[in-house]
């Protein structure tokens, strides 16, 4: 089992930032993907950002690229997200998600399969 914890969320006015973290505990593994998915009132999940903890590379959605950036502290074993020039449509509930499978950080992967799940974040960005 993979414990996931995130912390960060609250309300921000649009263009500011805001930063969540995850706090990844359990059994964990060397290699392992993390991601950050969202949820808006109404609407599917989506995955935000992807991230192989044995690599370097993350991939971003359309909807967040060049505004959100991730980073991982191996020390910690912590995903984290800077959100940078929010808008009201960044708004939701935040997740953090790790899966064993590689694949599910491969490029072009697409889908909430995830096996891991934390209790969830809420972000409100108000215009």
């Known amino acids: 089992e993979v414990q996931l914890v995130e912390s960060g969320g609250g309300s921000v006015q649009s263009g500011e930032s805001l930063t969540l973290s995850c706090a990844a505990s359990g059994e964990t593994r060397d290699s392992y993907c993390l991601a950050w998915f969202r949820q808006a009132p109404g609407k599917p999940r989506e995955a935000v950002a992807r991230?192989?903890?044995?690599?370097?590379?993350?991939y971003y959605a359309d909807s967040v690229e060049g505004r959100f950036t991730v980073s991982f502290d191996k020390s910690k074993n912590s995903l984290h997200i800077q959100m940078n020039t929010m808008k009201s449509e960044d708004t939701g509930v935040y997740y953090c998600a790790a899966d064993y499978r590689v694949s599910r950080c491969a490029r072009g992967w697409v889908g909430a399969d995830f096996r891991y799940w934390g209790q969830g974040t809420q972000v409100t960005v108000s215009s």
């Open positions: 991230f192989y903890t044995g690599g370097v590379s993350a």
